[in-house]
């Protein structure tokens, strides 16, 4: 890695365009990836596109002027402590916020760099470019701010806004929750019933591991078989079997790691405490995205998982 001190004018000046260039291919990106959902927010990341656009024209002319037209090959990925940008793909995987996110950031970090470089400079001349460049990253943030303005008023964001978290309850929420429900209820008669039948932990703690990665292997692949969200519009099918199975091995995991306790009983009330909670936080998530009544939901919840607990011990005790 090298350093802002090893760079001389010309390389200063060709790490600025190759970030406005990598930036500007970043944020046409985003707009590619969001066209379709989000609409508003894409024409806003195509303006911002436009600006990096003619920044970087703007100094490959100033570098055209002073050095010729040869531009050095140096990215920010060669400099030391430089702020990298993560990859759009998996941005715009975790939502729309998270790609507004980024996209802040990068113009608050791209200022930043170059003010930062600036002060560790003792040269003269690199401190004067490096301070007209964070000038410049300056009056691209105001041209984001408008472009912001312009395209994506509170309307449209709000509107977006409510898209995306009916996205993210559809293609992450409602599977996890199945998942959870089915791995937190329907092992409970397993791994209890192993429990009563053996009154040892260990034997318990083997049929509940079992029961919880089949249940979660199998439920996985079921949710992403299920549909393939073309029309559902419930996303990625691959995604959606894989938080339904994680979940669902999540649920059953919970109570069963109790049994890892040598002591039968006091691994048995361990558990149950465990089964308590993760009801309980089934019946919060359907409260909190699925607007079920609380009071309903974990009546609901609280009911089907005794019925299930309460079959498991009396088979195991019989």
């Not at 912001?148 to 978290?165: F, K, P």
């Not at 260990?202 to 549909?227: H, K, T």
């Not at 089934?282 to 607007?291: G, H, N, T, V």
Request: glycine letters at 10%.
């Amino acid at each position: 890695m090298r350093t802002f001190k090893d760079l001389s004018e010309q390389e200063i000046l060709a790490l600025a365009i190759s970030t406005e260039e990598e930036d500007g291919r970043i944020y046409s990106d985003f707009a590619e990836r969001l066209r379709e959902q989000y609409p508003d927010t894409a024409a806003m990341f195509d303006d911002m596109a436009a600006e990096e656009n003619e920044h970087r024209r703007a100094l490959i002319d100033l570098h055209v002027e002073r050095f010729g037209s040869h531009i050095p090959y140096i990215t920010r990925h060669d400099i030391g402590g430089a702020p990298i940008p993560q990859s759009p793909r998996l941005v715009a995987l975790r939502g729309i916020e998270a790609v507004r996110a980024q996209a802040r950031q990068m113009e608050a970090n791209s200022r930043r760099f170059y003010i930062q470089a600036a002060a560790r400079s003792a040269d003269a001349a690199i401190r004067k470019l490096l301070g007209d460049l964070a000038y410049a990253e300056a009056g691209h943030q105001k041209a984001a701010e408008q472009a912001r303005d312009r395209r994506l008023d509170e309307t449209r964001q709000g509107h977006e806004d409510d898209r995306a978290h009916r996205r993210f309850v559809l293609q992450v929420v409602q599977p996890g929750l199945v998942g959870l429900m089915d791995g937190s209820v329907s092992t409970l008669a397993p791994v209890f019933a192993a429990a009563f039948a053996t009154h040892h932990s260990w034997n318990a703690f083997l049929v509940g591991l079992a029961a919880s990665l089949g249940a979660g292997i199998s439920m996985g692949f079921a949710e992403a078989l299920a549909d393939d969200g073309q029309l559902s519009g419930r996303g990625a099918p691959l995604l959606r079997g894989l938080v339904c199975g994680l979940m669902t091995t999540a649920g059953g995991i919970g109570h069963t790691l109790p049994f890892l306790i040598p002591d039968f009983w006091t691994a048995t009330f361990a558990a149950c405490g465990v089964v308590v909670v993760e009801l309980a936080l089934i019946a919060w998530i359907q409260f909190r995205f699925m607007q079920t009544p609380p009071l309903s939901a974990a009546a609901k919840v609280l009911f089907g998982g005794a019925l299930v607990l309460g079959a498991g011990i009396l088979i195991g005790s019989g």
